[in-house]
């Protein structure tokens, strides 16, 4: 062998070493107890902000459903009672058009013992 491919292959090994001992230096940071406790503190981290999203789409998904609750209900501005002793009902209808005149039907008309209050501070 030549004196220029000895010093080759001894170029490559001292290469390979280095390499090899600072890998092994990394694995053996990456194990230590502050390490490990970085990196909890990370995942705990992350898992605190998916939690806070997830809260967050919780809400959003509870108002939207509150609000299809009060549209149904009527309890969203579009159900109007009459003053008087019959006191009518007036259900607003999204499809009507807005030129074509409301009416009051006098099919059934309700009486005041149909009228249940609905109080905000009862237990449900």
Do not use: C
Not at 110 to 124: A, V, W
């Amino acid at each position: 062998m030549t004196p220029v491919r000895r010093m080759f292959w001894m170029a490559v090994g001292a290469g390979a070493t280095v390499w090899t001992i600072n890998k092994a230096n990394r694995v053996a940071r990456s194990l230590t107890p502050g390490s490990l406790a970085d990196s909890a503190a990370q995942g705990a981290v992350e898992i605190g902000g998916a939690v806070r999203s997830f809260a967050g789409e919780v809400r959003a998904g509870m108002l939207q459903r509150e609000l299809e609750l009060n549209r149904e209900l009527g309890l969203d501005g579009s159900v109007l009672a009459l003053p008087g002793p019959d006191r009518p009902v007036l259900r607003g209808i999204a499809a009507q058009r807005a030129d074509k005149p409301f009416e009051i039907s006098p099919a059934a008309p309700s009486t005041s013992t149909d009228i249940t209050p609905y109080d905000r501070n009862e237990d449900h």
